[in-house]
Antibody, heavy 121, light 112 residues
Framework: EVQLLESGGGLVQPGGSLRLSCAAS????????MGWVRQAPGKGLQWVAD????????YYANSVKGRFTISRDNSKNTLFLQMNSLRAEDTAVYYC??????????????WGQGTLVTVSS | DVVMTQSPLSLPVTLGQPASISCRSS???????????LNWFQQRPGQSPRRLIY???NRDSGVPDRFSGSGSGTDFTLKISRVEAEDVGVYYC?????????FGQGTRLEIE
């Protein structure tokens, strides 16, 4: 069974940084691309970033480009999202999701339970 | 960016009755490989999203056959043949053809 467990969320001040993690199990991690999708309180879903199975290719939403970095450690079956220069509008539940294959994007076949990030002073 | 527009945004339905959600994209979702990467997701209250349908009309494992997807190009539809209580939630279409990946605004299905 595919399991994705996010962690690292919390309260951070505007301009601050936070690093999210997603521990994966139940599948061969390095053969799947992975992504992050967020959901602001009471709002819809917004794609944030994706990374290929090898980690060599990354893709970002314009709203986070230059501030967020997606990465992965295939030896530890873990996905990361480093978030810098955080803004109030980054407040959201952040979900990690498994893609359809090593370089197959836009599928999001499995999702974690999410971790809440609150940016506020 | 490809804009995904859903309608209606709110959908009250009587138990046992059909329901239909429309999703339109601002440009064609046909990819260079000939596939159309249009997905439908369900998010029940308090839960994470779950994919129901991929590539327009393919149901994911475990999805009841009362859910069906159709469409082509820029116009797509999710249909529920007979709504059950467990179908309450928000439904999102999402395109995986063009970067950046984009979702529709969501359609809230409720039982009336």
């Amino acid at each position: 069974e595919v399991q994705l467990l996010e962690s690292g969320g919390g309260l951070v001040q505007p301009g601050g940084s936070l690093r999210l993690s997603c521990a994966a199990s139940g599948f061969t991690f390095n053969t799947y691309a992975m992504g992050w999708v967020r959901q602001a309180p009471g709002k819809g879903l917004q794609w944030v970033a994706d990374i290929s199975g090898t980690g060599y290719n990354t893709y970002y939403a314009n709203s986070v480009k230059g501030r967020f970095t997606i990465s992965r450690d295939n030896s530890k079956n873990t996905l990361f999202l480093q978030m810098n220069s955080l803004r109030a509008e980054d407040t959201a539940v952040y979900y990690c999701a498994r893609e359809g294959g090593s370089t197959a994007y836009g599928h999001f076949t499995s999702w974690g339970q999410g971790t809440l990030v609150t940016v506020s002073s | 960016d490809v804009v995904m527009t859903q309608s209606p945004l709110s959908l009250p339905v009587t138990l046992g009755q059909p329901a239909s959600i429309s999703c339109r994209s601002s440009q064609s979702l046909v990819f260079s490989d000939g596939n159309t990467y249009l997905n439908w997701f369900q998010q029940r209250p308090g839960q994470s999203p779950r994919r129901l349908i991929y590539k327009i009309s393919n149901r994911d494992s475990g999805v009841p056959d009362r859910f069906s997807g159709s469409g082509s190009g820029t116009d797509f539809t999710l249909k529920i043949s007979r709504v059950e209580a467990e179908d309450v939630g928000v439904y999102y279409c999402m395109q995986g053809t063009h970067w950046p990946l984009t979702f529709g605004q969501g359609t809230r299905l409720e039982i009336e």
